[in-house]
Nanobody, 116 residues
Framework: QVQLVESGGGLVQAGGSLRLSCAAS????????MGWYRQAPGKRRELVAT???????NLADSVKGRFTISRDYAVNTVYLQMASLKPEDTAVYYC??????????WGQGTQVTVSS
């Protein structure tokens, strides 16, 4: 079965950096879109960034210029490099992977906490 394994969350001071990783495995069809969403307490889950099989990226306005999404296609891993972190970036970050046939999968989530 498909598994998404996230790593890299943690506690960081404002202005600091973190890198999240998400390794996907088990798909018979391959992954078209991979990306990251986040959910802060009391708020809805929101898009952070996605990257397609052709390396087209889409980033939320709130993270443009600070976050970078990249992907290693050989090992089905997506990365989120986060810099200039702000307290409002505090959330649980979820990895998403969408197969070419359209099935969507989610990781278990990793906590990112930015202290002021």
């Amino acid at each position: 079965q498909v598994q998404l394994v996230e790593s890299g969350g943690g506690l960081v001071q404002a202005g600091g950096s973190l890198r999240l990783s998400c390794a996907a495995s088990g798909s018979k069809f391959g992954f078209n879109i991979m990306g990251w969403y986040r959910q802060a307490p009391g708020k809805r889950r929101e898009l952070v960034a996605t990257i397609s099989s052709r390396a087209f990226t889409n980033l939320a306005d709130s993270v443009k210029g600070r976050f970078t999404i990249s992907r290693d296609y050989a090992v089905n891993t997506v990365y989120l490099q986060m810099a200039s972190l702000k307290p409002e970036d505090t959330a649980v970050y979820y990895c998403q992977a969408i197969e070419y046939i359209g099935t969507e999968y989610w990781g278990q989530g990793t906590q990112v906490t930015v202290s002021s």
